[in-house]
Structures are given as C-alpha cells and as structure tokens.
C-alpha cells in the first residue's frame, strides 16, 4: 500500500511544546487520526480531525491540517513524561467493500527531565 | 467498557508448530484486524474481515490464515511458524461505515518463534 510518513523519533524536555507531523495519501481522506501507544500495551485513539477542519484543539492537543500539502502535525502543549509513547497518524483508505485504516510507522516521543 | 481482548499476551512456539491467535470484542463491531507491529515497520494489516465468515487479505497476507465464524471473534493461524513472523500482533476492531478509522486494540500478543 501507499505510505502515511513519519519521523521515527522526537526528543523533547518536559514542559516544551512537541510537534509530531505527518504526511498521507489520499487527498479525499475524510477523517485523519492519531493514536497513541504506550509501553507495553495496543494503540488508543488520541484525537481525530475532520477534512473540513483546519485545526481541533482539544486541551492539550492541538491538530493542524494542511489539506494542499496533505500534513498533518499534532502538537502537544506543556508535555510531560506520562506523553512518552510511540504517535501513529492513520487516514482511511477504500479497499473492496470496506475502508481501512492505514497507519504511518509512528514517532517515538522521548520527555525527558 | 468496550473491550478487545486477546487470548495470549506472550507466546512462545517452535519453528513449524501451528500458532492460533485469537481475539475477541463485546463492542459488536462489524470490522476487524489483524496487525503485525515490528520496530521501525509500524503497523501491517495482515488480514481483515468486515463481516463474519467473510476475509480479505491486507498487505502482508503470506504465511497467515484467518477464520471469522462469528462475530465477535476473529482468529489469526500461523500454518507453519517461522521466525521471521516473531512479532508483535495486534487485533482491532471497528464499526463499519466511513468511521472505521476509530479502532479499538487488544493489548497485543508477542509470538516469539524459536
């Protein structure tokens, strides 16, 4: 399949901002997603973006979406060691009578003191 | 609280034994997904079924079997396990129509082939 590109890692202190970013495939994507996983444990649903939007912020969270250049950045405000976790963008793609997710290959966020 | 739930956390087999990985969700999902996780790779859809008895393969189907008899279950079967199917495997599910991007995960079961 086509891919959703990431950076594989981010580095942050605790308390700075971190910009994770994302560029998909499919320009007719409806919803744009990103999950996160923790150690140890299965992807959770984080936030998600509908294509109308240009950003959603949702306390900490904020999603930008840059549907020309089809990017899409997460930005986690005042980041603390419990955000250290692996951040997977996902668009739906059509595939025979259903849809299905695609994921990028994620980005390790490291908080550090 | 929804609930997908995997019947093995960590599994180890020998090279050409038969490995069953089951999954089950109480949400009444229509979608579910198999996924492979490996370092650097991400996720790979290996298989999905969007209704029972029904499968489709997803990118990296080779060396994988799946079997959906109802709906709540989905199974993953490695025929003959190698070791380059040590991995992280990964179940999901979903609603069927244009939401199915919200996908709910079982905690994963790490197959380590001997």
């Known amino acids: 399949g086509e891919d959703v590109e990431q950076s594989l890692f981010l580095s942050v202190r605790e308390g700075d901002s971190s910009v994770i970013n994302c560029t998909y495939t499919d320009s007719s994507s409806t919803y744009l997603y990103w999950y996160k996983q923790e150690p140890g444990a299965g992807l959770q649903l984080l936030t998600y973006i509908f294509s109308n939007m240009d950003m959603k912020q949702d306390q900490r969270l904020t999603v930008l979406l840059n549907k020309k250049d089809k990017h899409l950045s997460l930005r986690i405000a005042d980041t603390q060691t419990g955000d250290s976790a692996i951040y997977f963008c996902?668009?739906?793609?059509?595939?025979?009578?259903?849809?299905?997710?695609?994921f990028g290959r994620g980005t390790s966020l490291i908080v550090h003191p | 609280d929804v609930k997908v739930t995997q019947s093995s956390r960590y599994l180890v087999k020998r090279t050409g034994e038969k490995v069953f990985l089951e999954c089950v969700q109480d949400?009444?999902?229509?979608?579910m997904f198999w996924y492979r996780q490996d370092p650097g790779l991400g996720l790979r859809l290996i298989y999905f079924?969007?209704?029972?008895?029904?499968?489709e393969k997803g990118d990296i189907p080779e060396g994988y079997s799946v079997s959906r008899e109802k709906k709540e279950r989905f199974s993953l079967i490695l025929e003959s396990a190698s070791t380059n199917q040590t991995s992280m495997y990964l179940c999901?599910?979903?609603?069927?129509?244009?939401?199915?991007?919200?996908?709910?995960f079982g905690e994963g079961s790490r197959l380590t082939v001997l």
């Open positions: 999901a599910s979903s609603l069927w129509d244009r939401e199915a991007g919200e996908l709910f």
């Open positions: 079924s969007y209704d029972v008895k029904m499968k």
């Open positions: 949400m009444d999902h229509e979608n």
């Open positions: 996902a668009e739906i793609l059509p595939s025979g009578g259903s849809y299905i997710p695609t």
